[in-house]
T-cell receptor, first 116, second 117 residues
Framework: EAGVVQSPRYKIIEKKQPVAFWCNPI?????LYWYRQNLGQGPELLIR??????VDDSQLPKDRFSAERLKGVDSTLKIQPAELGDSAVYLC???WGGGGIRETQYFGPGTRLLVL | AQSVTQLGSHVSVSEGALVLLRCNYS??????LFWYVQYPNQGLQLLLK??????LVKGINGFEAEFKKSETSFHLTKPSAHMSDAAEYFC???????????????FGKGTKLSVKP
């Protein structure tokens, strides 16, 4: 079974440029998460989807970040414009959905973003 | 609100020695607790989790953790370290019942484990 797929794995951009990350969750997983992991820190949730609905985007900086999961499968996270402080690893995770707090989340390898 | 504290950002042990990684949590509801491992340039992989029932939880790669409610702790142990255990380890608590954040994970800052030959 394929795991969570993310692309690209690495991205270097200049500040003020836009950038997008793509995630394809494990087949059949209804819940999808985007996390940001700063250097030396644990992951922090940005947004959670249940199917195509964003059920928790309270931590997403909406002035520059946007996300979509149009058909309830793969998802795109966008930053426009990027700032120096956005340099981090962006992780996507998925879970079956409906299990709430007991569920195991499965993580992709992440996209490492460097903003110059 | 839930929170997680991992004591020690870096732990170094010799191969064959006991591994002990500390995690304390804060939660106003019965917590569900997780340990994840992250190898360099990879995503996080679940080691083990505590939901209900037995307080000693066994995971993959010989790791186990014990939930101690009185101490609000969920420390991770392995009797004998192997070179392949070198990685970063994250403790996490699942946000409580109700509301849009139910099921979200709150992570600690991580502990980097080094294993010396």
């Amino acid at each position: 079974e394929a795991g969570v797929v993310q692309s690209p794995r690495y991205k270097i951009i200049e500040k003020k440029q836009p950038v997008a990350f793509w995630c394809n969750p494990i087949s059949g997983h209804n819940t999808l998460y985007w996390y940001r992991q700063n250097l030396g820190q644990g992951p922090e949730l940005l947004i959670r989807y249940e199917n195509e609905e964003a059920v928790d985007d309270s931590q997403l900086p909406k002035d520059r970040f946007s996300a979509e999961r149009l058909k309830g499968v793969d998802s795109t996270l966008k930053i426009q414009p990027a700032e120096l402080g956005d340099s981090a690893v962006y992780l996507c995770a998925s879970s079956w959905g409906g299990g709430g707090i007991r569920e195991t989340q499965y993580f992709g390898p992440g996209t490492r973003l460097l903003v110059l | 609100a839930q929170s997680v504290t991992q004591l020690g950002s870096h732990v170094s042990v010799s191969e064959g020695a006991l591994v002990l990684l500390r995690c304390n949590y804060s939660s106003s509801v019965p917590p569900y607790l997780f340990w994840y491992v992250q190898y360099p340039n990879q995503g996080l992989q679940l080691l083990l989790k505590y939901t209900t029932g037995a307080t000693l939880v066994k995971g993959i790669n010989g790791f186990e953790a014990e939930f101690k409610k009185s101490e609000t702790s969920f420390h991770l142990t392995k009797p004998s370290a192997h070179m392949s255990d070198a990685a970063e380890y994250f403790c996490a608590v699942s946000e409580g019942v109700g509301g849009g954040s139910q099921g979200n994970l709150i992570f600690g800052k991580g502990t980097k484990l080094s294993v010396k030959p």
